[in-house]
């Protein structure tokens, strides 16, 4: 018979953790503790048997306190086995009981029944599902990274099956119950359904794997590409059912269809025989084809400004509009991104505050989104900017990302290469064309093959036809000035002997027997050994210069007696302003300062040297004089000669005020538009003048008094005379033509007097 010890070692011993409990809620005592239990909990039976679970596990801190406790109480309810789905649990490890050790762990709790139908016990047992779980996360979140998701066609129940990745992919909602027709809908090319269909009857027939890519059309309208690989369970010849997986491969694909492009535009733009911008264009097409939604422009960068390149998809209304934009801190995204030498995402641009003075471009054709980026040249400015515009609000996701960086980098390479393919070839071209121009032409000397070329312009220089002429270092000897061999041929063993490169100096003579200089420079080339391996070289034909030298020089020496000359002339005009009698001095037309002021100024207004040049001409002007004096000089502003004369009144230091008759004339001095000034001081002149004429008004006075006041008493005088001697019988008593004779010549001494007193008041000094 088996005892009752017998279950108890069989219990013990059971494999999956057990733990028997009462029902006796809310306590569940715990009454028994199989081995299993006690490890997996990393407890002990003694502390566990006699005690309520909810005292020896209070909680479970990945479950609400609710749930915890609901788990017993639906088994009281409905006497029957509840089985919980896998939840996570925390146990104290048994090294260190602080530390916890996370299990996922599906618990089963069973009621046992009495005879009654009673609960008697309850069996609480426990299967570690922690490594299935940590499984199936694993395979769930390496689908997820490698955008692979699973699915399976029932054929017995004729249900569709999707994993959590499979919907992800197309975008489904989590309660979205897929069947093979909605299924197909998300294939919207009517060719790309025969396909699946196709090779699900073909496996379904005989078995095989099928592998097909196509594209789809997700439940939010995004495109993306699917790599498709099924397999079909057969038994005794009857399909059960087709599973399999499907890989999102838009980003592998779009990426294969990436490197085509490029290659493409790479090798058309090598060819050289389509323009630059012609190649942009052809390459912002194919980024659109390959980016549905996108359009793209390029704007090259000059000069702080935005102008128009390629944008062969976008409203030219638009792209005219952004013509010319400086670049800036809140100029769109592309002024942003050019200006800040980094990448602008403007995912909404009704409300980005870079686009708020620029949004009323964009907005009315719809574009609602801008990512832009720098393409800058290896020099790290600046040269062009990426411009990727979309009708929705966006923002670049990852993959996206990176085709920007690469569309940016290849953009680099293109427009650089091109540039500096233009460059070498307008430079090549100009080299050319500056050897001619300059008369400049290289040799080289190839030691190896003893072969020595001469380019076509030093074949003009030396004035041989290369056509009929070998060129060697025997027949430029041969060309070398006889005066100047020797020579020439001292500084080549130079060159051989030092390794050093030369410089030199040698005329030729032509065929013809015109005479030509030449400046001529000399390199060795060495191999790693030191051994000599060319000897290069250029010529430059400097007769020209040298003719010029020569005039030069003659210039020079005339230039030279000139300035001698000069300055013998404007020393002597510096004396005679300096040594002048008569104050002269040079002031500033727009400043008034003065400029030089000669001695004679000195003395005669009493300020040194030193305060003159602190001064303005208005500082010896009396107030009353000033406007005058600024009015004379707005004239002499509006000419360029002007010499003019007039009189002044100025102050001297002491404060007394002069007459001045000034004389001046426009000058340059220093570069600057200046007047020179000569003031001769007319103060006693003046009053010389009104002294006479003083005098002559005195004189004027006494000329008619003589003429009409002597006058008329000398003529009475004359009168009585001649009546007494010519009519004695005249009646009248000769008393009384006596008395008026002397009445008469009183006046006139009275007349006489007062001449003479005017006379007297006359200075005649």
């Known amino acids: 018979m088996i005892g009752e010890q017998h279950y108890s070692v069989v219990f013990q011993a059971l494999p999956i953790p057990c733990l028997v409990l009462l029902p006796n809620a809310p306590e569940f005592t715990i009454i028994n503790v199989s081995d299993a239990y006690a490890e997996v909990t990393n407890t002990n039976r003694c502390e566990l048997i006699g005690k309520g679970f909810f005292e020896i596990f209070p909680n479970n801190p990945y479950l609400s306190d609710t749930i915890w406790k609901n788990i017993f ?51 609480r047992s426990m299967t570690d599902v922690t490594d299935t779980i940590y499984h199936e996360r694993f395979l769930e979140d390496t689908q997820h990274a490698a955008r692979i998701g699973s699915w399976e066609v029932n054929m017995a129940r004729q249900t569709v099956t999707w994993s959590v990745g499979l919907r992800k992919i197309y975008e489904v909602a989590s309660n979205y119950c897929p069947d093979f027709d909605s299924t197909m809908a998300f294939y919207p090319d009517e060719s790309d359904r025969q396909k699946i269909k196709q090779a699900f009857q073909k496996a379904m027939k005989d078995g095989t794997v099928f592998h097909i890519a196509l ?8 495109r993306r590409w699917l790599s498709v690989v099924g397999k079909a369970d057969l038994v005794d010849g009857t399909c059960i059912r087709v599973y399999g997986i499907s890989q999102d491969i838009t980003d592998t694909k779009r990426l294969t269809d990436l490197d085509h492009l490029e290659r493409t535009i790479l090798e058309l733009n090598a060819q050289r025989t389509t323009s630059l911008k012609a190649v942009l264009a052809d390459y912002l097409l194919g980024l659109e084809a390959l980016l549905p939604g996108i359009y793209c422009s390029i704007h090259r960068v000059q000069d702080g400004h935005l102008l128009n390149w390629v944008a062969p998809s976008l409203p030219l209304s638009y792209t005219s509009s952004l013509h010319n934009l400086p670049i800036g801190k809140k100029t769109g995204s592309c002024g942003t991104a050019a200006y800040s030498k980094k990448r602008v995402i403007a995912k909404d641009i009704a409300h980005d505050s870079r686009w708020a003075a620029y949004k009323h471009l964009a907005l009315p054709h719809d574009l609602k989104a801008c990512w832009s980026h720098p393409i800058m040249d290896s020099g790290g400015e600046v040269i062009a900017v990426l411009g990727m515009y979309y009708k929705q609000i966006k923002t670049p996701n990852h993959d996206e990302l990176i085709i920007i960086d690469r569309t940016s980098s290849l953009l680099k390479t293109i427009i650089e290469s091109r540039q500096n393919a233009d460059l070498a070839q307008e430079t090549t071209a100009m080299m050319a064309q500056g050897q001619e121009l300059a008369c400049f032409g290289n040799w080289q000397r190839d030691f190896e093959t003893d072969r020595t070329t001469w380019s076509p312009t030093l074949c003009d220089i030396y004035g041989i036809n290369p056509a009929a002429y070998l060129p060697s270092f025997e027949h430029y000897l041969a060309l ?28 030729i003579v032509r065929p013809s027997g015109e005479i030509r200089h030449i400046r001529s420079w000399a390199r060795l080339l060495t191999n790693g050994d030191n051994v000599p391996i060319k000897l290069i070289g250029a010529c430059l034909d400097i007769t020209e210069t040298k003719q010029a030298e020569l005039t030069l020089k003659n210039l020079h020496a005339e230039l030279e007696k000139h300035l001698k000359e000069v300055e013998e002339s404007e020393k002597k005009y510096s004396d005679l302003f300096h040594l002048s009698p008569q104050p002269m001095w040079v002031y500033d037309l727009e400043t008034y300062r003065y400029l030089d002021v000669n001695a004679a100024a000195i003395t005669h207004y009493g300020y040194t040297r030193e305060e003159f040049m602190s001064m303005t001409i208005k500082d010896i002007r009396p107030p009353s004089e000033i406007q005058k004096m600024e009015a004379a000089v707005a004239l ?33 001095s220093h570069g600057r538009k200046a007047e020179i000034i000569l003031a001769q001081d007319i103060t006693e002149k003046l009053y010389y003048i009104e002294a006479i004429e003083a005098q002559n008004k005195k004189l004027q006075e006494i000329a008619w008094m003589q003429s009409h006041m002597v006058r008329a008493p000398l003529a009475r005088i004359m009168g009585l005379v001649d009546l007494i001697q010519h009519v004695p019988e005249s009646g009248i008593e000769n008393s009384e033509l006596l008395d008026a004779i002397n009445s008469s010549a009183i006046e006139l001494d009275d007349i006489l007097r007062s001449i003479t007193a005017k006379a007297e008041q006359i200075n005649l000094t």
Do not use: M, W
Not at 74 to 103: G, H, M, N, S
Not at 661 to 666: D, P
């Open 73 to 123: 109480d639906e088994v009281i309810l409905k006497k029957k086995p509840c089985k919980v789905a896998p939840q996570k649990y925390a146990f104290p490890t048994a090294d260190v009981p602080a530390r916890l050790d996370v299990k996922y762990l599906e618990v089963v709790n069973t009621p046992v029944l009495d005879a009654e139908g009673e609960i008697e016990f309850i069996i």
């Open 215 to 222: 594209p789809i059309t997700t439940a939010k309208g995004h």
């Open 480 to 507: 070398v000035h006889p005066d100047d061999r020797e020579r020439v041929i001292h500084i080549v063993k130079q060159i051989h002997q030092t390794g050093n490169d030369t410089v030199f100096e040698e005329r």
């Open 636 to 668: 002499s502003r509006q000419h360029d000669k002007l010499f003019s004369k007039g009189i002044y009144k100025h102050r001297k230091k002491n404060g007394e005020i002069i007459h001045v008759e000034v004389r001046s004339n426009i000058i340059k």
